[in-house]
Nanobody, 116 residues
Framework: QVQLIESGGGLVQAGGSLRLSCAAS????????MTWYRQGSGKSRELVAS???????TYADSVKGRFTISLDKSAKTNYLQMDSLKPEDTANYYC??????????WGQGTQVTVSS
């Protein structure tokens, strides 16, 4: 059973940085795309950034130029480097993995809180 283990969330002041990690474990998995979503209090879930197996990235307009997603395929781990954080980035961040067979896995989420 594949599991996604997220880490790196926490409390940071505005302007600071955090690095989130999402590691796939528990079984063989062929990564097609890995995605970070976030959901703030009282808000709907939104896509933050994604990266496919070829390295192509996609970002929400609200994080372009501040967040960077990367993928270590051999380690089955992706990273979300978040710089110049703003209070509006406060949310629970979720990692998702879609395999080449179209199966989707989700992590439990990691909380990011940015104080003003």
């Amino acid at each position: 059973q594949v599991q996604l283990i997220e880490s790196g969330g926490g409390l940071v002041q505005a302007g600071g940085s955090l690095r989130l990690s999402c590691a796939a474990s528990g079984g063989a998995v062929s990564i097609n795309v890995m995605t970070w979503y976030r959901q703030g209090s009282g808000k709907s879930r939104e896509l933050v950034a994604s990266i496919n197996r070829g390295g192509t990235t996609t970002y929400a307009d609200s994080v372009k130029g501040r967040f960077t997603i990367s993928l270590d395929k051999s380690a089955k781990t992706n990273y979300l480097q978040m710089d110049s954080l703003k209070p509006e980035d406060t949310a629970n961040y979720y990692c998702s993995l879609q395999t080449t067979f179209g199966v989707a896995y989700w992590g439990q989420g990691t909380q990011v809180t940015v104080s003003s």
